[in-house]
């Protein structure tokens, strides 16, 4: 991984202190580890917020997504940062717990857009699985912050509240990822999602549903619930993603 991936990050109060990976809160609300990515220009970039599976906390560096986001060839194309919470099984499965992690997340975006680091236009958020339900409900306590989010296979059916909140996130532009044959989170909870979105008039929303075939080409285990590595494999998703903006 990068150099620019080591070392502590630390939120104290309103001070964000940038230099390299994980977070470790001294003082104040903020209160998670996970992986913070700096690019190498560090001024006025876009950040991806990346919400991990669940079971995923312990290596969230090398997740398809941001070990994809951080690497060479895609920062070379896509430079950003990459922020990634590590969120423990016991805070995705209580709600509560999972708003705070969102809040927690907030206040370091606030941050590195309060010291020039990030364009405030220019904030996407992604997910999967778990950090698929989470990608929903960030956009749906702060639709106006995020310019673009791509959800792959999110788990709503484990929060009605998110489904039923839809609408106040229809303005954001999003794409659902999720493959037809997936055993653990059924491709009719995006289907769903979608046609719901659809029916409120949201401003742009797509859907992919990936073949087993289009699973097992891309190294997705049986049970094809690996829709982040069909997502990772074809820069049709990151293209569209970056090009996204509130302005």
């Known amino acids: ?3 620019k991936m080591q070392g502590p990050v630390l939120l104290v109060a309103a001070i964000l202190v940038i230099a ?3 977070m ?3 003082s104040g609300t903020t209160e998670f580890d996970g992986v913070l990515y700096t690019p190498k220009v560090e001024q006025n970039q876009p950040l991806v917020i990346y919400y991990h599976g669940y079971g995923e906390s312990e290596h969230v560096e090398d997740t398809k997504v941001v070990a994809t986001l951080t690497g060479n060839d895609s920062q ?5 940062y990459v922020l990634a919470p590590a969120i423990s099984d016991k805070t995705y499965m209580a709600q509560r717990k999972r708003e705070t992690t969102y809040e927690a997340v907030k206040e ?3 941050q590195l857009v309060k010291l020039g680091k ?3 236009n220019r904030i996407y ?3 999967n699985s778990f950090g698929g339900l989470a990608t929903v409900e960030y956009l749906e306590y702060y639709p106006e912050e995020v310019a673009g989010a791509i959800a792959i296979c999110p788990a709503l059916s484990y929060n009605e509240n998110a489904i039923a909140n839809l609408a106040v996130m229809k303005d954001v532009p999003i794409w659902f990822a999720h493959a037809k044959g997936d055993t653990v989170v059924p491709a009719e909870v995006s289907r769903e999602a979608v046609s719901t979105l659809v029916e409120m008039g949201a401003r742009e929303t797509h859907l992919t549903e990936f073949t087993d075939e289009d699973m097992r080409y891309a190294g997705a285990l049986p ?3 690996q829709a982040d590595y069909a997502v990772m494999e074809n820069e049709e998703y990151l293209d569209w993603l970056f090009n996204e903006s509130l302005e």
């Open 24 to 26: 470790v809160p001294k």
């Open 20 to 22: 390299g990976c994980s």
């Open 108 to 110: 370091v975006a606030d």
């Open 125 to 127: 958020v992604m997910g």
């Open 118 to 120: 990030v364009d405030p």
């Open 76 to 80: 070379q194309k896509h430079p950003c």
């Open 223 to 225: 049970g094809y619930h």
């Open 1 to 3: 991984m990068s150099k």
